[in-house]
Structures are given as structure tokens and as C-alpha cells.
């Protein structure tokens, strides 16, 4: 593991025993066990590791799968999500610019634009594309918040389906085509 992996998984088991705004730069590098020179050379700040947890994850699931498996790759996030689901708790109390749904927001916005652009060929997009893009963000980042809250209830499939089902068809057809 690299020294990046090793200092967010140092963060990670923090969270799961400590709550966010409790976790200090200092316990990280002791759990981690590495200097403070190693940890400000990779990160900012605290909020910057968890940014790039949520980033690094995404991102192999992306790798993993794709687009054009989007429903998979839903359903292997929301398998993380409830397998992390302590984590998922705790870090979902922190607000603000580096909160795990401010990420989510900005990451999700930037694939469904590209979905519009790269697939469906439509560059500007309009008014009302931007709007059903933000609704779909907020919605979605609503309801995985009720997830996590509820405990994961519903299977990693059954969120997958309501995630996708909440989309324009247009989307639809983007991600299966």
C-alpha cells in the first residue's frame, strides 16, 4: 500500500471508532504511523483525507465498471457504503465544502453532464437538462442519506434500481447504450 492508502486507512479506523470532529492530525499519524512532514506532503487537513477516500473509491469503481455498467457499479458503491456503513454514519455528519455529499454532488453533476455531452452529443446543455441534473444530485444524495440513516435496509440492487429509476429516460438510454 502506498503511503497515501496508508494514511487514509489509518483515517478510516479512526472513524469507525471516533467521531469526525474528534479525529485530530496527530491521531492520524499515530494510528498511521507516519510523520507529520509524510501526512502534509499527501494531504491538506483531515478533510482532505476523507475527500480523497470518497475520490479514490469512486473512482475504482468507475475504473471497474464504466458507464456503460452503471447500474453494477451503483450497486457495488451501495455495497460499499453498507459494508462501511460506521464510516458512511459518522462521516455524513460533516458539512460543508469537503463533506462526503458536497463530493458526491460535484462528482455525480460531472458524469451526467458528460453522459449529456460525450453520449447524447448535446453541448450546451440546456436550462432544463441543468435543472434535472441538480434534482437528480440532490435527490439522490437525499435518499442515500436515508439509507445510511435506516441502517442500509433496502439491498445494494433495490438502491441501484431507485437511483436509476429516478433519472430522465434520455440518461437511461445513455447508460445502456
Known amino acids: ?3 497515501k492508502g496508508l494514511i487514509t486507512q489509518a483515517f478510516v479506523r479512526l472513524l469507525e471508532k471516533v467521531p469526525f470532529e474528534k479525529i485530530t492530525t496527530q491521531m492520524i499519524l499515530d494510528e498511521g504511523g507516519v510523520s507529520r512532514s ?3 506532503h499527501h494531504f491538506q487537513d483531515k478533510y482532505h483525507v476523507m475527500t480523497w477516500y470518497y475520490q479514490s473509491q469512486i473512482e475504482r469503481l468507475q475504473t471497474k465498471y464504466g458507464l456503460r455498467d452503471y447500474r453494477l457499479l451503483l450497486i457495488d458503491f451501495c455495497t460499499f457504503v453498507k459494508d462501511n456503513h460506521t464510516y458512511f454514519t459518522r462521516s455524513i455528519r460533516t458539512t460543508g465544502m469537503n463533506s462526503f455529499f458536497a463530493f458526491l454532488s460535484d462528482y455525480v453533476t460531472a458524469i451526467y453532464q458528460k453522459l449529456y455531452k460525450e453520449e447524447l452529443h448535446i453541448d450546451p446543455l440546456s436550462a432544463k437538462q441543468k435543472y434535472q441534473i441538480l434534482m437528480i444530485v440532490e435527490g439522490s444524495n437525499a435518499i442515500l442519506r436515508e439509507y445510511i440513516l435506516t441502517n442500509c435496509k433496502e ?3 433495490e438502491m441501484a434500481d431507485c437511483l436509476i429509476g429516478m433519472l430522465p429516460e434520455e440518461l437511461r438510454q445513455a447508460i445502456r447504450s
Open 38 to 40: 509524510t501526512f502534509y
Open 155 to 157: 439491498s445494494p440492487s
Open 1 to 3: 500500500m502506498d503511503t
